[in-house]
């Protein structure tokens, strides 16, 4: 089955500073999801990315799609509290699947 | 607009003792519907899917069941709860015919004592 490896587990980054995060896969993604999850509530779907070279942007968050769609970055701009929280990528193994899940990256944004 | 609801928010059962978690969604039809766990340390995982009533796929043996006898309500089960069985319970849906952007609910945080 296919796995995604996040990096690093954990972020503590200075308000204002740029960030990147990132998501390996060990296949050729189908698509490639980016989500936000505050301690103890659901997660909450940021964006999707299909294409290889894709790029996606969201307020100061902006994903990509490496052209062999094996890989993921997930970069914030000046980061404020409100990005504080964890950031899971999933994975769609093969169009009609559930998606898989990377174990997430941590994020604290510190004034 | 499409919502899920999950209940109970938050649970504290005896091991040995029984379980049921409910899952809804209002705004759309024949969804596919998802139950996930989420323990420390590792990460989301997917316990059961179901792509319409009375279709269920179990992705990891254990001790918890799915029933979906509505078309908009998924139902995670125990008859007899294990200390394992405690971690955080993600129900989700996306829109029927292929998998797509899965949209999670807020979740049911379960301790089994």
């Known amino acids: 089955s296919q796995e995604l490896e996040q990096s690093p587990q954990s972020l503590i980054v200075q308000e204002g500073k740029n960030l990147t995060i990132n998501c390996t896969s060990s296949?050729?993604?189908?698509?490639l999801y980016w989500y936000k999850q505050k301690y103890g509530e659901g997660l909450i779907f940021l964006m999707m990315?299909?294409?290889?070279?894709e790029e996606k942007s969201h307020e100061k968050i902006t994903a990509k799609l490496d052209e062999k769609k094996q890989q993921s970055s997930l970069h914030i701009t000046a980061s404020q509290p409100s990005h504080a929280g964890i950031y899971l990528c999933?994975?769609?193994?093969?169009?009609?699947?559930?998606?898989?899940f990377g174990k997430g990256t941590r994020l604290s944004v510190i004034a | 607009s499409q919502t899920i609801h999950q209940w109970p928010a938050t649970l504290v059962q005896p091991v040995g003792s029984p379980l049921s978690l409910e899952c809804t969604v209002e705004?759309?039809?024949?969804?596919?519907l998802y139950w996930y766990r989420q323990a420390a340390g590792r990460g989301l995982q997917l316990l059961f899917y179901?792509?319409?009533?009375?279709?269920i796929s179990s992705e990891v043996p254990q001790n918890l069941s799915a029933s979906r006898p509505q078309d908009r309500q998924f139902i995670l089960s125990s008859k007899k709860l294990l200390l394992s069985d405690s971690g955080f319970y993600l129900c989700?849906?996306?829109?029927?015919?292929?998998?797509?952007?899965?949209?999670f609910g807020p979740g049911t945080r379960l301790l089994v004592l």
């Open positions: 296949k050729t993604l189908y698509g």
């Open positions: 705004g759309t039809s024949n969804p596919n």
């Open positions: 990315l299909q294409k290889g070279g």
């Open positions: 179901s792509v319409g009533i009375g279709q």
């Open positions: 989700a849906w996306s829109v029927g015919g292929g998998v797509g952007t899965q949209y």
């Open positions: 999933g994975a769609d193994q093969s169009g009609n699947t559930p998606l898989v």
